[in-house]
């Protein structure tokens, strides 16, 4: 199976601090892709890394990609109450199937 | 709003009804994707549509569940004959393909709809 694994599967932290989850996966891929989903709603889109690429920003998020180690990382700085949410990464196996982890779920405590 | 939208945001239906679910993607996107989500869980695919080609569907996708896209624009998906375990959010998306580029593309996702069967 592609599908990516994310550790831990939960997370709680003081608002202001950083929150790092990792992903593993187990083949070959094109890229990889980071979402948000709050409670009980869909998927947000929150960044896509490539695998050419080691390291990308966006905002307070940076995400690194580790092909060697099939394993990406995000990073959320300096985090606020409204990160609170469950964070997938998610790979495609095959041309459009995208195969999503079972999510790290992020608790910011104010 | 010109996101994905899903409707009913919320149903609930007794065990061996059918029940049918709407998606309307983004209006230039050309593939749609429907995924199922149980809780605690990520989503799990389910099927998708090129233009109104179903192209692929997953073996999740029972005998009893059908989906379609009729002219290439807002799908459908249907339950027959719904059991306790079908109780799950459906989640639909819809992505723009781009030709020259390869790699899988960025979905863009409803908010779903919540199934709850009695």
């Known amino acids: 199976s592609q599908q990516g694994e994310e550790d831990p599967q939960a997370l709680s932290i003081q608002e202001g601090e950083n929150a790092t989850m990792n992903c593993s996966y187990k083949?070959?891929?094109?890229?990889l892709q980071w979402y948000r989903q709050n409670s009980g709603r869909g998927l947000v889109h929150l960044i896509l890394i490539r695998s050419n690429e080691r390291e990308k920003h966006s905002g307070r998020l940076r995400v690194t990609l580790d092909t060697s180690k099939k394993s990406s990382s995000l990073l959320i700085t300096a985090s606020r109450a409204a990160d609170t949410a469950s964070y997938f990464c998610?790979?495609?196996?095959?041309?459009?199937?995208?195969?999503f982890g079972q999510g790290t779920r992020l608790t910011i405590n104010p | 709003d010109t996101g994905v939208s899903q409707d009913p945001r919320h149903k609930i239906t007794k065990r061996g009804q059918n029940v049918t679910f709407r998606c309307d993607p983004i209006s230039e996107h050309n593939r749609l994707y429907w995924y199922r989500q149980t809780l605690g869980q990520g989503p799990e695919f389910l099927t998708y549509f090129q233009n109104e080609a179903q192209l692929e569907k997953s073996r999740l996708l029972s005998d009893r569940f059908s989906a379609e896209r009729p002219k290439g624009s807002f799908s459908t998906l249907e339950i027959q004959r719904t059991e306790q375990g079908d109780s799950a959010m459906y989640l639909c998306?819809?992505?723009?393909?781009?030709?020259?580029?390869?790699?899988?593309?960025?979905?863009?996702f409803g908010a779903g709809t919540r199934l709850s069967v009695l």
């Open positions: 998610a790979i495609y196996q095959g041309a459009q199937k995208l195969v």
């Open positions: 083949t070959s891929i094109n890229n």
């Open positions: 998306a819809s992505s723009l393909s781009e030709r020259g580029r390869s790699g899988g593309s960025i979905q863009y």
